[in-house]
């Protein structure tokens, strides 16, 4: 087996929508919550979520930051944010 990911896990229902934000989007949210990046929970770059992103934006560096999406039955919608470690 290679590196290559064997299950989409973003079709599973309990899994919430990972977006890679551009760097500029990325200030303008660090900005908004008056955080720094190291501030942020994080997320490593062998997560299947991350890897699956990979395949589409290629090699994603430590230092960029995920936007996560999920439904909520308080708040409909939660937003998180995860910062990429290795």
Do not use: W
Not at 28 to 48: A, G, N, T
Not at 55 to 73: A, M, N, T, Y
Request: aromatic content about 6%.
């Amino acid at each position: 087996m290679g590196d290559e990911v064997q299950f989409n896990v973003f079709k599973h229902a309990l899994v919430p929508a990972h977006y890679l934000l551009s760097d500029e989007e990325a200030k303008e949210v660090l900005k908004k919550l008056k955080v720094d990046k190291d501030q942020l929970p994080k997320i490593r770059r062998s997560d299947p979520c991350i890897r699956l992103l990979e395949e589409k934006f290629g090699p994603i560096k430590e230092g960029r930051v995920i936007k996560v999406v999920r439904q909520s039955r308080t708040s409909e919608v939660a937003t998180a944010y995860r910062l990429v470690r290795g």
